[in-house]
């Protein structure tokens, strides 16, 4: 099901930078003159139903590819950006069912099916999205795909059992049941990949743990450009996110607690009536803000406290875009980002005695860090650096499967 129209340019026309990509040759004639046609070049995301790390990738994959289609099992315009409005979005079956952008997660075992029958006969490049599922993807024998994977899905492998905690017992029997299944098909459609691309090489362990692959790791895009540095000593401490188990927010809320420090959480979910009543007076939540409110906050805080674990974390890069430090539990993507003496500081144990120890730490030595550089270095993962690396990558990765692709020739990215 085709959900909006896409914009005038020719339907099959794709263009990345200012040149057009060139597909295989159909035919050749008599004098050797190749009879090129454009690439057709199809995004497949697993769903859109928010704005998150997942999306903003999409949207760069967009800016690259402006005529790629996009198919995804649900979709929710109203809580997606209005630049993938105008692109032409595909809607899985799934989209039919009632409340489907609301419920979707409970219709993982249905995922595989609605994924196959999505018709991508006609696409020379298909670029799969994947967190949920999405490289299950039926492409043409011939076709490149590519898979940019933000995480092996988390419900089915090493966060199985914490997922399967939070349900009622209905659904820790279904999880029970299916989840083998879904691994099976998890590790089966891995082979229908020519290239994986990993967003840290936190993720390409995991691909290759649980589909014995190997990954090219190009970090996903942060919009640098969109935060102001942030002048003077900061105002307060941030924690901002889902308040759910697994990120620790409650670490965060009880040493700020127990040091008397002022923290503002941003943020909103299942743990929040918790951690306010473990909260003390220095605490203040916010819930949902929009993002100019992020923005702000984060350039008037002190320093981001990150006690999660996550693939890569893009939160992290968006303190240090508007010059301020993190303090980062040493685990996942924060040891690829939170990688310098200058930016902040990683504790080794996701407990609130090792955050207060790194506040010390980090207050022993805050009038020294300089917001200038602590920018520079979150330059490293800006959305320009994300686009010549997978543009690169994807040009090499084209002629050997026999595409001519004709770039625009990028400026050198260090």
Known sequence: MTVKAASSLPETMAFRGDAPVVARSRAVEAGGKVDAKPLRVAIVHYWLVSMRGGEKVVEELCRM????DIFTLVYNPERTSDFLNSRNIHTSFLQKIPRSTRHYTKM????????EHFDLQDYDLVISSESGPAKGIITRADALHICYCHSPMRYIWDQFHLYRRGVSWIGKAMMSLTAPVLRAWDVTTAARVDTFVANSSYVAGRI??????DAVV???PVATDDFVIGQGKGEFYLYAGQLTAYKRPDIAVKACTEMGRNLIVIGEGEQEAYLRSIAGPTVQFLGHQPFSALRDHLSRC???LFPGIEDFGILPVEAMASGRPVLAFDAGGARETVCAPHVGFRFAEQSVEALMETIAAFEAVEDALDPAA?????LKFSAAVFRDRLGSLIDEQLVRHGYQAASPVRKKVS
Not at 108 to 115: E, I, S, V, Y
Not at 208 to 213: L, Q, S
Not at 374 to 378: D, L, R, T, W
Request: net charge positive; no cysteine; charged share 15%.
């Open 208 to 213: 290759r743990r649980f589909y014995d692959r």
């Open 108 to 115: 993982l075992p249905l995922m595989p099916f609605a994924l």
């Open 65 to 68: 590819f402006p005529q790629a």
């Open 374 to 378: 602590i920018h520079n270095h979150a």
């Open 302 to 304: 002190r320093a981001l």
């Open 218 to 220: 190009i970090y996903p």
